[in-house]
């Protein structure tokens, strides 16, 4: 006959505390020449993408996103 193993269920405690978060100082963007930019599109969403592997957030404007690009390229 087989047999269930028996897993106790996680339970946080109700008064723990949330964890502090860590800001870290971003690091400087290099120099242009550096940075290959580029939109692509996930079904209604257009993201502008960099070959240093920065990624902008998912626009449903294609004007945005390569406004990102052109910001993230330039360092503004």
């Given at each position: ?6 897993l106790p269920a ?12 860590t800001l870290t ?52």
């Amino acid at each position: 006959m087989h047999q269930e193993a028996f897993l106790p269920a996680r339970r946080t405690p109700a008064c723990a505390a949330p964890q502090p978060v860590t800001l870290t100082q971003a690091e400087p963007v290099p120099a242009a020449q550096d940075h290959s930019t580029t939109t692509t599109e996930r079904g209604s969403f257009c993201l502008a993408r960099c070959t240093c592997g920065w990624s902008g957030p998912a626009r449903r404007s294609r004007d945005l996103a390569r406004t990102d690009a052109e910001r993230h390229r330039t360092g503004t």
